[in-house]
Every structure is written in structure tokens, then in C-alpha cells.
T-cell receptor, first 115, second 113 residues
């Protein structure tokens, strides 16, 4: 079975500073990896995904993530955050090669951007 | 990109009543849809997998007789919370698979008084 660990429940950061949200996963098989953002009282929006190929994945809103197989990590980064990036971020994994599989989510990390 | 809608977005009901939530894939066909539940300040937890034309598969601990799922077509799945109680109050989110990705609906906020 897969599991996802998001090491930080909350990350406060000042506007225009860089940020990294950490995500580690465990799985005995190859996986797809995702980062989603959730604004208050809204559904999930996909930021980026890793399916195969280049380990550095670029997403929307200036976010990127790097798949590190040896460390089983998929950390999310942004070089300069904005107030509007304040939201909750979820890392998720699904079993690779099976489009019908559900996602397993991490507990989420609340990013608070301060002015 | 692919769009998934949910209706209603918010519902308040009395304890003991039933509530139906619809999940639609608007511009693609989805043989598989998923229903998640999110309690305040918690992550999403999978409730069930809905497959078009067959019975839903429920996760351990989820009562299938309380949370009725019907996947009647390739674009519509419904979740009915029967005899709702205050502890069923939650944010319910559906998703549909396509293009090696899951597309999420905007969620339904259920409040049971």
C-alpha cells in the first residue's frame, strides 16, 4: 500500500521569499505523484504532476517539484511567493500504470504568506 | 482541461433526512469516479470508487447502506447520504479519471442540523 507524508503541517513565510513544501512517499511499485492546492471552501486544483520522464516538473503559478526516487521524495518549491499563494497544499500518489486507481493524500501543508 | 461539476455546492438539512449529491464530468467520459470526504482541518479520505454500470467499491469503515452511490452513466455519479446525522457533516468531493489524471469537482459542503 502507498502512503504519503507531508512533514510540515504549516509553513509561514514572508512575501517574495522562497518556499519548499516537503513530501515523502512510500510504495513498493512505481507511482504517479501529484501536488494539489486547495483554497478555503473550494475543491482541489492540480498544480503539477510527475508521470515519467524529467524528474523536475514545472507547474502552474510558478511552482515546481523534483522527483527523487532514491529519497522517495517529491518536494514542492517556489522561488518567490505571493500573498495569493496562501492555501493548503496536498501531495498525493497513485499507482503508476493504472488510471482507475484512487489517490492517496498526505495530511496537507498550510502555506501562510505574510506581508 | 477537463471539468468536473458537483451539485449542490452547499446543503443544510435536518437530521434524519437524505441528501443527494451529483458529480458530472462535463467534457469527457469517466468510467471511474471517486468520492472523498474531508473533515475540517484534515486531508481527503477516499470513501468509495464508483464504476459505471457496476456496484461501487467502498473503503473499510464506510457504510454502503448509508452512503449510496449510483454511477448511472459515463458522465454522472451520485452520492446519497441516507438518514443524515450531524456527524455526517463534512466536505464531500468527487473526482473523475481521465488522461492519467484525476479531475476534482468543487466539493459539496454538507451541514446536518
Amino acid at each position: 500500500a502507498q502512503s504519503v507524508t507531508q512533514l510540515d503541517s504549516q509553513v509561514p513565510v514572508f512575501e517574495e521569499a522562497p518556499v519548499e513544501l516537503r513530501c515523502n512517499y512510500s510504495s513498493s511499485v512505481s507511482v504517479y505523484l501529484f501536488w494539489y492546492v486547495q483554497y478555503p471552501n473550494q475543491g482541489l486544483q492540480l498544480l503539477l504532476k510527475y508521470l515519467s520522464g524529467s524528474t523536475l516538473v514545472k507547474g502552474i503559478n510558478g511552482f515546481e517539484a523534483e522527483f527523487n526516487k532514491s529519497q522517495t521524495s517529491f518536494h514542492l518549491r517556489k522561488p518567490s511567493v505571493h500573498i495569493s499563494d496562501t492555501a493548503e497544499y496536498f501531495c498525493a500518489v497513485s499507482v503508476r500504470g493504472n488510471d482507475g486507481n484512487s489517490l492517496v493524500f498526505g495530511a496537507g501543508t498550510i502555506l501562510r504568506v505574510k506581508s | 482541461g477537463a471539468v468536473v461539476s458537483q451539485h449542490p455546492s452547499r446543503v443544510i438539512c435536518k437530521s434524519g433526512t437524505s441528501v443527494k449529491i451529483e458529480c458530472r464530468s462535463l467534457d469527457f467520459q469517466a468510467t471511474t469516479m471517486f468520492w472523498y470526504r474531508q473533515f475540517p482541518k484534515q486531508s481527503l479520505m477516499l470513501m468509495a470508487t464508483s464504476n459505471e454500470g457496476s456496484k461501487a467499491t467502498y473503503e473499510q469503515g464506510v457504510e454502503k447502506d448509508k452512503f449510496l452511490i449510483n454511477h448511472a452513466s459515463l458522465t454522472l455519479s451520485t452520492l446519497t447520504v441516507t438518514s443524515a446525522h450531524p456527524e455526517d457533516s463534512s466536505f464531500y468531493i468527487c473526482s473523475a479519471t481521465g488522461y492519467n489524471e484525476q479531475f476534482f469537482g468543487p466539493g459539496t459542503r454538507l451541514t446536518v442540523l
